[in-house]
């Protein structure tokens, strides 16, 4: 049976006290404040805390909030205690008849999820207000039945934590050997960049590579490489294509495999390395190609190098902690090291063994995803 879930839930907006009576550390009197991005980011330095007068809006740990407006509509909530601010709304649920747990898990539904991104599409700035939740339906099983529901799908979401801490181990190994093998750079020659590469340069122009540029994969002659491919670190993303007049005009900006791409705009210093089965293509203007040479850098080894490098450019950003940009010049003046190529290629083997192992682990979690979606398909959808 399903139910509007303003039948069995009420809602509660937040308060938003005037910042200039914020402050950043605990007192008597005074608790604390909550923002979303108290929930979605652990960076201790942002805790602040507001004065007690009895009119603020609070909840307790195991409350369920909602992002109500922008980015955030439909984030779900929980684990903190304090007042909540108006970006926030609490539920209320009617315990008797529904759990907060099963309530939890109904709110991250695909079926949830996709009704608040319509209701907040409506609107000039996306957001939801009580009334446009009467129209949610929430499919409303005994207490016993949710219970068994809630306790199927945390044991799904453990075991998918699980493969995530076990591929970020995995990651946290491979950086320890890099470290271990190549962390004192006294031991090793050090050399501009530029001497070892046989190409690197951005992307082109982009008046070149405008919107209209792009055509259906059936009359495209050649594909797009762009940033998303260095940031998911994958060929299996959405891909665009150019007819062979645009990709003559723009051939010098060729991609092939074994190159290194670098993400260069918005998230900047992401790499990968484009398989060297993979189909020519030519670059976006939103990356950097890097073309190694062979004699000099194994790609396997040069990637991480690179990596390390780039991490290095973030640390010396200003306090904002915006990442610095990347350019082909400024990192061709940069001196990298450059170990002997069986001392790079015995990393290299160390971090493809690993890569192996994450392969395996990252189908597993692939199916587990897909359980739990197919899950919670059959109970809210």
Not at 125 to 151: H, S
Request: charged letters at 25%; one cysteine or more.
């Amino acid at each position: 049976m399903k139910v509007s879930l303003t039948d069995i839930c009420d809602f509660q907006g937040g308060t938003q006290p005037p910042k200039d009576e914020w402050i950043d550390q605990p007192a008597q009197g005074y608790v604390r404040m909550l923002q979303i991005r108290d929930f979605t980011q652990s960076d201790k330095n942002y805790i602040e805390y507001v004065k007690d007068t009895g009119k603020l809006k609070t909840c307790i740990e195991d409350d369920i909030l909602i992002g109500r407006y922008g980015a955030s509509i439909g984030k779900i909530l929980t684990g903190l205690a304090g007042a909540y601010n108006v970006a926030i709304v609490k539920t209320i649920p009617d315990e008797k008849v529904v759990s907060k747990k099963y309530l939890y898990w109904y709110l991250n539904s695909q079926y949830f999820q996709r009704f608040i991104s319509n209701v907040g599409s409506r609107a000039a700035q996306a957001g939801f207000n009580k009334n446009d939740l009467g129209a949610a339906q929430i499919p409303l099983v005994d207490k016993e039945r949710q219970e068994e529901i809630c306790e199927v799908l945390e044991k799904a979401n453990k075991l998918i934590s699980l493969r995530k801490q076990q591929l970020a181990k995995l990651d946290e190994l491979v950086k320890a050997r890099f470290v271990e093998m190549f962390g004192d750079e006294q031991a090793f020659n050090k050399e501009p960049l530029s001497q070892n590469v046989e190409e690197m340069f951005i992307g082109p122009f982009g008046s070149s590579l405008k919107n209209e540029s792009f055509v259906s994969k059936e009359n495209g002659y050649c594909m797009v490489y762009e940033q998303k491919h260095a940031i998911r670190k994958t060929m299996d993303v959405e891909t665009r294509y150019i007819d062979k007049p645009k990709y003559e005009e723009l051939k010098r900006f060729s991609i092939h495999g074994g190159d290194i791409i670098v993400s260069c705009r918005g998230t900047i210093g992401e790499t990968y390395i484009v398989p060297l089965n993979a189909p020519l293509g030519i670059m976006h203007p939103s990356i950097m190609k890097i073309r190694v040479k062979d004699s000099i850098y194994n790609r396997v080894f040069f990637d991480f190098l690179l990596q390390e490098k780039l991490m290095q450019h973030e640390a010396q950003a200003n306090g904002s902690g915006v990442k610095m940009a990347v350019t082909a010049s400024a990192l061709g003046k940069e001196e990298f090291i450059v170990p002997s190529i069986p001392f790079q290629n015995q990393f290299a083997a160390f971090a493809e063994r690993v890569d192996q192992q994450k392969q395996t682990i990252q189908q597993s979690l692939e199916k587990l995803e897909l359980m739990k979606k197919a899950l919670m398909q059959e109970y809210f959808g």
